[in-house]
């Protein structure tokens, strides 16, 4: 059985891709068991083998401790029996499945793949892609009958990036197999790290589908507080303290507006969308959520532009700086950030932009998204935009918000932590 071949150091676990997905899965096996960490950017191996996280996620001491080789040569996957799959699902331009990193890795494991080989896919896809899309291709590749020569799994990643609470051993796992031997085999292997324990799902394609429809909840609930914002400011009324009073009976469900981006709960709803509708189906309720949230960051934009607009003559004239460009708070990830969104309209609108985060590549803004990062905080500034709710900017008040600003500036507190904290300003917020 695989699971006593890897605990008895008989056979060993190769992890494919090695991002925010990868690495902490792959070092909480190496303390169990023996594992190759498998990435095609030599450069973040290079990283990994200086005990140096690419993802800046996980500290050098993470490291400690683990019977791990790292590599980007597949002819090192070949040691391999046990292949766990942990590459990026992302959208195309049509906003459809780009499915060309998981059946590269596919193609990958294929190559190296031998009689009883277990295969387990985390990558988060639509149901019935693990069957329908990746199987056939390791069959194709490999020469091997499926089931009888080698088997495969899906158990959905439910990492959640800049949380150091909600860790990878401590949340429970979804497992499933192509049967009840593969299922209860590869349940037992991640019973190894995960001490949340392991749910198991009676199919990949239940798997599969768990996944989809966690993000694609967060969207749509996101959404409506979204679209709730929207109404809420032109009644003139405050949407977080609406929500601070709702949120008072225990079963409301707390929510807030925002910029909906990264590489989960704005991607994933378009995998179930794309197949609903190979079905026949028009997800109505997912689409409209995706085009509220897709278009927030416009809205910000415009909306700030108002503001300016009230105050000062020529927009051409104003500067904005905008704070924070990651996808999210605390983390160093920009793909998918919806700051940028705000960014690209203001300068629609003429407004001069200034750009600063603590925690982005001045290098990977500059490829991604074609402008600069400042190197300092340079006001006096027209309008504040606080898109990101970074730790360092929290500690920040509004004597320092005044002293790089002009009097009647606009203040943009997209998430509302300064809703009681700044007066002086021409306020608005989500």
């Not at 200086?50 to 080789?69: A, H």
């Not at 004239?317 to 700051?339: H, P, Q, W, Y």
Request: charged letters at 25%; hydrophobic letters at 40%.
């Amino acid at each position: 059985m695989i699971y006593n071949d890897l605990l008895s150091g008989k056979k060993k676990m190769a992890v494919i891709g090695l991002g925010y997905v990868g690495l902490p899965i792959a070092l909480e096996f190496a303390k169990k068991i023996s594992v190759i960490g498998f990435d095609i950017r030599s450069d973040r191996v290079d990283m990994m083998k200086n005990r140096v996280d690419p993802s800046n996620e996980l500290s050098s001491e993470d490291f400690e401790g683990c019977d791990i080789e790292f590599t980007s040569s597949i002819d090192d996957l070949r040691e391999a029996a046990f292949y766990v799959v942990a590459v990026p699902t992302p959208i195309d331009e049509h906003k459809n499945p780009d499915l060309s990193p998981v059946l590269s890795a596919t193609t990958t494991v294929g190559k190296v793949l031998s009689e009883g080989d277990y295969v387990v896919y985390e990558s988060t896809v639509y149901p019935g892609c693990t069957e329908e899309d990746c199987i056939p291709l390791l069959s194709e590749v490999s020469g091997l009958n499926f089931m009888e020569q080698f088997k495969v799994g899906f158990s959905p990643e439910r990492i959640n990036p800049g949380d150091r609470e909600h860790t990878l051993t401590r949340i429970t796992k979804v497992t499933s197999g192509c049967d009840a031997e593969s299922a209860e085999e590869i349940a037992k292997t991640y019973e190894l790290v995960i001490t949340a324990g392991v749910h198991r799902a009676s199919s990949i394609k239940v798997a599969e589908a768990a996944k989809i429809i966690e993000n694609t909840q967060r969207d749509i609930n996101i959404a409506f507080m979204n679209e709730l914002s929207m109404i809420f400011d032109k009644m003139d009324i405050n949407t977080f303290e609406v929500l601070e009073a709702a949120g008072t009976k225990w079963n409301f469900l707390k929510f807030f507006p925002g910029l909906v981006g990264g590489h989960c709960i704005g991607v994933d709803p378009y995998y179930l969308t794309y197949k609903a509708a190979r079905f026949g189906h028009h997800a109505q309720i997912i689409n409209a959520g995706r085009g509220i949230n897709d278009g927030m960051g416009a809205y910000v934009a415009r909306q700030v532009t108002l503001k300016l607009s009230s105050t000062y003559s020529n927009l051409k004239d104003c500067r904005v700086l905008v704070m924070g460009a990651t996808f999210k708070e605390n983390v160093s990830d920009i793909r998918n950030s919806k700051v940028a969104d705000v960014i690209t309209e203001l300068k629609e609108f003429g407004v001069q932009v200034d750009v600063v985060d603590p925690h982005a590549s001045p290098q990977e803004i500059k490829e991604e998204y074609k402008f600069e990062l400042a190197p300092a905080i340079n006001g006096p500034y027209h309008g504040i935009v606080v898109a990101v709710n970074h730790k360092e900017y929290l500690e920040m008040d509004e004597a320092y918000f005044r002293s790089i600003a002009h009097d009647g500036a606009v203040f943009a507190d997209l998430k509302g932590i300064f809703r009681d904290r700044i007066n002086s300003f021409n306020y608005w917020s989500l």
